[in-house]
């Protein structure tokens, strides 16, 4: 039985799209069957598989009571990773879902066999904790969080533990924390590794040993609709991915 991986924070920048993606492209060329679903009405993930934003079906149609998720994943270049799509539609969603009864649970009800069908499922979040991000930590089984390792890292961990919380309360109460992963760290900077050290300390249990670092091929990879782990599978950021992948994989 596979899992559910929602890919959230509610600060934007920090890493989330470029960990989804990277992370499923190093599962899926260790050679688990991998889905990807793109949340996110920017369509960051799609296009960094390579796949276009005009998709159908795509995510907003499992929202609105089409196909289920798995119904709707397409293969893509990579052998073993198949993503269901996102378009500029999913904007509107935010708008249209709390009007609907039920609406926090349409992700759930629409994963379809994806447990069955993938031992992972990762689900790319918007950068908000609203209808979408909520939507997203309901279907579920456990959560990562990416944290950029600069000034403002803590800030808002506090909103996203709360609603993490509220949901776990209310909604899922099988949803865990997978872990966070520290992302665009520069080490060679004192406020990174003050972050670092900061959040390690307050969340000991939850911190993935693997860092992200700051790297130009995790940046210039998306530009050409791969993941690094394609784009550049020698560079430092294709080691640390593929690392936090094992690290992902061993904590089940």
Do not use: W
């Amino acid at each position: 039985m596979g899992a559910v991986y929602a890919i959230a924070n509610q600060k934007g920048g920090v890493g989330k799209t470029t960990t989804a993606v990277n992370v499923a492209a190093s599962i899926a060329e260790a050679g688990q069957r991998t889905l990807l679903a793109d949340l996110d009405p920017q369509c960051n993930a799609t296009v960094a598989m390579g796949l276009s934003k005009d998709l159908s079906p795509s995510t907003y149609d499992c929202l609105s009571g089409g196909p289920s998720l798995d119904e709707a994943a397409v293969d893509t270049a990579f052998e073993g990773l198949r993503a269901v799509p996102a378009t500029p539609e999913l904007a509107g969603a935010s708008v249209e879902l709390p009007r609907l009864a039920g609406s926090e649970t349409r992700l759930r009800d629409a994963l379809g066999a994806v447990r069955e069908r993938y031992l992972f499922t990762l689900l790319d979040c918007p950068p908000s904790l609203g209808p979408l991000t909520v939507n997203a930590l309901v279907a579920a089984d456990r959560v990562i969080v990416p944290v950029q390792t600069e000034y403002f890292a803590l800030e808002g961990l506090a909103g996203l533990l709360d609603t993490l919380s509220l949901v776990q309360r209310e909604l899922n109460p099988h949803l865990a924390v997978a872990g966070m992963i520290l992302t665009m760290h520069d080490g060679r900077t004192r406020l990174a590794r003050d972050v670092e050290r900061e959040v390690r300390e307050h969340f000991p249990e939850l911190v993935f040993d693997t860092v992200i670092p700051r790297n130009v091929r995790v940046s210039e990879a998306p530009s050409f609709g791969r993941p690094v782990t394609q784009h550049a599978p020698s560079s430092a950021g294709s080691a640390a991915y593929l690392k936090l992948a094992k690290e992902v994989a061993a904590r089940g």
